[in-house]
């Protein structure tokens, strides 16, 4: 059936590193990859998004990089902040069906 | 307003309680949708509604009965839940199906 693996489960970095986060999908189907970001007690919150149509997009210091070939996309935080410190899910959709499939999501935290 | 509301915030109630949840937009999104979170778990859709008709469900059992009475409200009702049934219930919306999803603050569910 559908489904999107999500690597690593935790990452641990330095304020100010890099972090990157990626996701396989197994639908060929697949044409829409949010990714959102979940604080502790809070609702998840789309942060970055990129269509089948693109291979890549970038919002300051988030960008998202997708390869169809591969079925692969994966999320870049640049200068990392404590306050980026979350779970993050990558999902993906197909068509205009509204279904998004997630992944497990990966904890990330941001030393200071 | 930009957000997606959703009541009650937490809701505790015994397995022969019926209750409902309610999540509202005034965002004239067209598709609204009921997501169940586990703790440390993705969410995981349930129902999908668009333009007030529901167009998918995910297998849910049938103690859990969605509605849309008009195009900025669903609801949610809750008969005979069983213990495994606590989580915590998002709504989300989007302007159509192949849109982006916006997700509300979740009911937190406790079910004795």
């Known amino acids: 059936g559908e489904n999107v693996e999500q690597h690593p489960s935790t990452l641990s970095v330095q304020e100010g590193d890099s972090a990157v986060i990626k996701c396989t999908y197994s639908?060929?189907?697949?044409?829409?990859f949010p990714w959102y970001k979940q604080e502790l007690g809070k609702r998840p919150q789309l942060i970055i998004d990129?269509?089948?149509?693109?291979g890549e997009k970038k919002d300051q210091r988030i960008a998202v990089t997708l390869n169809k070939t591969a079925k692969h996309f994966s999320l870049h935080i640049t200068e990392t902040q404590p306050e980026d410190s979350a779970v993050y899910f990558c999902a993906a959709g197909s068509g205009n069906t509204g279904k998004l499939i997630f992944g497990q999501g990966t904890t990330l935290q941001v030393k200071p | 307003d930009t957000e997606v509301t959703q009541t009650p915030k937490h809701l505790v109630m015994g397995m022969t309680n019926k209750k409902s949840l309610k999540c509202e937009q005034h965002?004239?999104?067209?598709?609204m949708y009921w997501y169940k979170q586990k703790a440390k778990k993705p969410p995981e859709l349930m129902f999908v509604y668009s333009y007030e008709k529901l167009s998918i469900n995910e297998s849910v059992p049938s103690r859990f009965s969605p509605e849309c009475p008009n195009s900025s409200l669903l609801n949610l009702h809750l008969h005979a839940l069983q213990p495994e049934d606590s989580a915590l219930y998002l709504c989300?919306?989007?302007?159509?199906?192949?849109?982006?999803?916006?997700f509300g603050p979740g009911t937190r569910l406790t079910v004795t």
């Open positions: 639908d060929s189907a697949s044409n829409y």
């Open positions: 965002m004239g999104h067209r598709a």
């Open positions: 989300a919306s989007s302007q159509d199906r192949d849109y982006e999803q916006y």
């Open positions: 990129i269509r089948s149509n693109v």
